[in-house]
């Protein structure tokens, strides 16, 4: 089976631009159309032009009103546009529609995502789960991407046609539409087999690092994420001021101090109005996100709609079941020029979101000092006896708490000290004596 590329590919290609806003959309069209141009311009398109209409609700037929079609065709011819591209999603009845009466290709925004998702797709697993959406998105619309739907005709029809069918291919006849869903259904199947099998691989990946505390970077794309990464882990992940810039996850080893470190992944940035064809392929690749201690949400704090990036992230957090995990909110870009207000504005929404820079590490001590009081867990108090001849328990307690008393008795030490709860495994495989955890009433010490 051989796919018309040319109606699902716009590189290189001049797009008009067509934002319908309906009642229930958050952003104005203005907004609208810079964030599908900043799409369009990823994908490889020259944006010749825009056109924007709000409506109370689409129109069945093809989205807009039958006029506002005949401007938009006019208005693609006066600008050499060979494409359009709405900011909705479309049915495929009325993409057909629209291109019959604009006499251009017309695209809807998941077919642009999609589109921008396959070019970016370096490795293996991410070209597969990218295909898979894609067939899954392309399926219902297939009646427009073949021009070729005549019937491959059966012994009955007689002729040349019949012959090259030969011996056993008699019969009524098989559309090739008919023939092109068949063979999408088991490539479909065998995609879906095939990551299946990566996320029980990349599970298995993931819960090898249980022992270990996990973080995972999420947010809007271009916020700042793989910057972040590099400023934190030392590591040299790809960045670019483009939309989607990285598809696939990394992980890398984050020391936080001298004795503690933990596993830092940076996922596939989000959008708003994520196909969710995409969120489900990509399963796999948000698996680190999925299992992760610790959430760490980017949101770039020099954008003037932040917050509409902030719900769309939470969304789609919400779609793959993170929406109860443990979350630090982290205003990237404060370095940037004239957005005070911005980011007082976020300051009051968010008090315990954390304003920094990951372009120049302004601010990045209070992130390390967030993510280490949550990694450590509550902080206790404690009370360690031990033989003074085990060195490795004082040692411990220095180098991972605060000692605030230390007693000594015949050939046995007593030491008072706050220790992170996260810690108490590790001190209790070091064998002391005793181990209590003081509350602030006597009588309930707890032993462990």
């Known amino acids: ?69 005949d401007e938009i065709g006019q208005r693609a011819q006066q600008h050499g546009a060979n494409v359009i591209i709405f900011d909705n999603d479309l049915s495929p009845a009325q993409i057909r529609e629209l291109e019959k009466i604009t006499q251009k290709k017309v695209l809807d925004r998941s077919e642009l995502i999609l589109d921008i998702f396959a070019a970016r797709a370096q490795t293996a697993e991410a070209r597969l789960q990218v295909e898979l959406a894609q067939l899954e ?72 690092r249980r022992k270990h505390f996990t973080l995972s970077l999420v947010g809007y794309t271009n916020a700042g994420k793989s910057t972040l990464m590099n400023l934190l882990t030392g590591s040299q992940t790809y960045v670019a001021d483009k939309l989607f810039a990285t598809l696939d ?19 596939v940035g989000f959008v708003r109005d994520l196909p969710h064809h995409l969120v489900a392929s990509f399963r796999a690749t948000l698996e680190e996100a999925i299992h992760a201690d610790l959430l760490l949400h980017v949101v770039d704090g020099s954008y003037p709609q932040a917050q509409l990036q902030i719900d769309a992230v939470n969304q ?68 360690v006896t031990c033989l003074q001849k085990n060195g490795r328990i004082p040692s411990f307690l220095r180098a991972h708490g605060t000692v605030v008393a230390e007693n000594y008795q015949d050939s046995q030490m007593v030491l008072e000290a706050h220790l992170g709860e996260r810690l108490l495994p590790e001190l209790r495989r070091l064998k002391p004596m005793s181990c209590e955890i003081l509350t602030s009433h006597p009588q309930q010490q707890t032993t462990i």
């Open 1 to 69: 089976m051989k796919i018309d590329q040319s109606n699902i590919r716009p590189t290189g290609e001049t797009a008009l631009l067509v934002s319908v806003i309906l009642p229930d959309n958050p952003l104005d069209s203005t907004e609208s159309l810079a964030e599908l141009e900043s799409l369009a311009n990823a994908a490889g398109a020259n944006v010749v032009g825009t056109v924007r209409q709000k409506r109370k609700r689409p129109h069945p037929a093809q989205y807009v009103g039958k006029g506002k079609a």
């Open 137 to 208: 998105y392309t399926y219902p619309r297939l009646t427009r991407m073949w021009t070729h739907l005549d019937t491959v005709v059966g012994g009955a029809a007689g002729g040349a046609a019949a012959a090259v069918g030969g011996i056993g291919t008699r019969g009524p006849g098989e559309s090739q539409l008919e023939i092109d869903r068949r063979l999408v259904n088991k490539r479909i199947a065998a995609l879906r087999r095939q990551i299946q099998e990566i996320d029980r691989r990349k599970k298995r990946e993931v819960n090898s």
């Open 249 to 267: 996850t990394k992980t890398a080893r984050w020391k936080l101090s001298q004795h503690n470190s933990v596993l830092l992944s940076d996922t």
């Open 316 to 383: 789609v957090l919400s779609e793959m079941g993170c929406d109860q995990k443990d979350v630090i909110l982290i205003l990237n870009k404060i370095d940037k020029k004239g957005i005070r207000s911005q980011r007082e504005m976020l300051a009051t929404i968010y008090p315990d979101a954390i304003a920094l820079s990951a372009r120049c590490g302004l601010g990045v001590d209070k992130l390390v000092e967030t993510v280490t009081d949550r990694f450590m867990g509550a902080n206790l108090h404690v009370r």
